[in-house]
């Protein structure tokens, strides 16, 4: 019988909630009186922390399902075969030396690598499946991710081509937090850009494991 994935969507969706009330505290203190304290830049740096705490467990999430899919571990989707040629890995260490290599680590933020690491190594996996059918959803959020991290040119263009994309329109100052705060308003209820895709990112990761 095939070992069970671990509960890790419900660890994702438990961050990202965390996430999001730490973005609501920012919001609540606005209104109190300490607000002097908390005007809106920093009420935005605050929903660039959140979001990038929500991406990372969403990295964290690819890296350790993929890990234990390539052990034979079963989900509720299934267990999935390695492709011709490699056989199924005995260990979790055994994955994390195929798939880190020298380096130790591999990259999880680029949907498209993403994708073909999985074609690489499982035939038919989650992985594969579940974001290649979302991928230009996800390298917009990538490059939000990106654009929090970085301050370089390139981030800022990809981030205002993301914005310009999931809402037709760029935010002053190639701004993520400016962004991320602001309303979704094609969604029903209103919800802010950063609930949107935290819930999405967790709502994919269930469909994965």
Same mark, same amino acid.
């Given at each position: 019988? +095939?070992? =069970?994935?671990?509960?890790?969507?419900?660890?994702?969706?438990?961050?990202?909630?965390?996430?999001?009330?730490? &973005?609501?505290?920012?919001?609540? +203190?606005? =209104?109190s009186s300490a607000r002097a304290h908390w005007h809106v830049a920093r009420v935005e740096y605050l929903?660039?922390? &959140?979001?990038?705490?929500?991406?990372?467990?969403?990295e964290v999430f690819l890296e350790q399902t993929f890990l234990r899919y390539l052990c034979g571990y079963g989900s509720r989707h299934g267990v999935f075969a390695p492709v011709a040629g490699r056989l199924q890995c005995t260990s979790l260490h055994h994955a994390e030396t195929l798939i880190f290599g020298q380096r130790g680590f591999t990259l999880w933020h680029d949907p498209t690598r993403v994708v073909s690491r999985s074609r690489q190594y499982l035939q038919g996996g989650p992985h594969e499946t579940v974001i290649q059918t979302n991928v230009s959803r996800l390298e917009c959020f990538s490059a939000i991710r990106h654009r929090v991290a970085h301050g370089q040119d390139d981030a800022k263009q990809k981030f205002d081509r993301a914005t310009m994309l999931l809402c037709g329109r760029r935010y002053r100052g190639s701004r993520p937090g400016r962004f991320l705060r602001d309303w979704d308003t094609t969604s029903h209820p209103r919800q802010r850009w950063i609930e949107v895709i935290s819930l999405e990112l967790a709502g994919l990761a269930n469909q994965i494991a």
């Amino acid at each position: 019988m +095939a070992r =069970q994935m671990p509960a890790y969507v419900v660890g994702l969706q438990q961050h990202a909630m965390s996430a999001l009330d730490l &973005a609501q505290a920012g919001e609540l +203190a606005a =209104q109190s009186s300490a607000r002097a304290h908390w005007h809106v830049a920093r009420v935005e740096y605050l929903y660039e922390i &959140a979001f990038l705490r929500v991406f990372v467990e969403w990295e964290v999430f690819l890296e350790q399902t993929f890990l234990r899919y390539l052990c034979g571990y079963g989900s509720r989707h299934g267990v999935f075969a390695p492709v011709a040629g490699r056989l199924q890995c005995t260990s979790l260490h055994h994955a994390e030396t195929l798939i880190f290599g020298q380096r130790g680590f591999t990259l999880w933020h680029d949907p498209t690598r993403v994708v073909s690491r999985s074609r690489q190594y499982l035939q038919g996996g989650p992985h594969e499946t579940v974001i290649q059918t979302n991928v230009s959803r996800l390298e917009c959020f990538s490059a939000i991710r990106h654009r929090v991290a970085h301050g370089q040119d390139d981030a800022k263009q990809k981030f205002d081509r993301a914005t310009m994309l999931l809402c037709g329109r760029r935010y002053r100052g190639s701004r993520p937090g400016r962004f991320l705060r602001d309303w979704d308003t094609t969604s029903h209820p209103r919800q802010r850009w950063i609930e949107v895709i935290s819930l999405e990112l967790a709502g994919l990761a269930n469909q994965i494991a």
